[in-house]
Nanobody, 111 residues
Framework: VKLVESGGGLVQPGGSLTLSCVASGFTFSWYAMSWYRQAPGKERELVAAIDRAGGSTNYADSVKGRFTISRDEAKKAVFLQMNSLKPEDTAVYYC?????WGQGTQVTVSS
């Protein structure tokens, strides 16, 4: 399993970012995928998940209405569109697949 995230960076409060995670090493269409995040001094938490068909999603209460998870079977990729970002969204964001994690991408929300 290999998961490679990208798209993190520094953004001002209220801004937007889109994270991408490209998967390889497994049959992507067979598995649900998810995004987690870990802020300094805090435990890793689930942010959003999407089922293998892309028809069902769920979100942490803290991001509902602001973040959108999606997947592209042809690209073997899962995305996290993040809008109306807040300083408390600052964390390392990880893509999770079957039996593995990506290396993480840093998102910093600051003015």
């Amino acid at each position: 399993v290999k998961l490679v995230e990208s798209g993190g960076g520094l953004v001002q409060p209220g801004g937007s970012l889109t994270l991408s995670c490209v998967a390889s090493g497994f049959t992507f269409s067979w598995y649900a995928m998810s995004w987690y995040r870990q802020a300094p001094g805090k435990e890793r938490e689930l942010v959003a998940a999407i089922d293998r068909a892309g028809g069902s999603t769920n979100y942490a209460d803290s991001v509902k209405g602001r973040f959108t998870i999606s997947r592209d079977e042809a690209k073997k990729a899962v995305f996290l569109q993040m809008n109306s970002l807040k300083p408390e969204d600052t964390a390392v964001y990880y893509c999770k697949g079957p039996g593995g994690w990506g290396q993480g991408t840093q998102v910093t929300v600051s003015s």
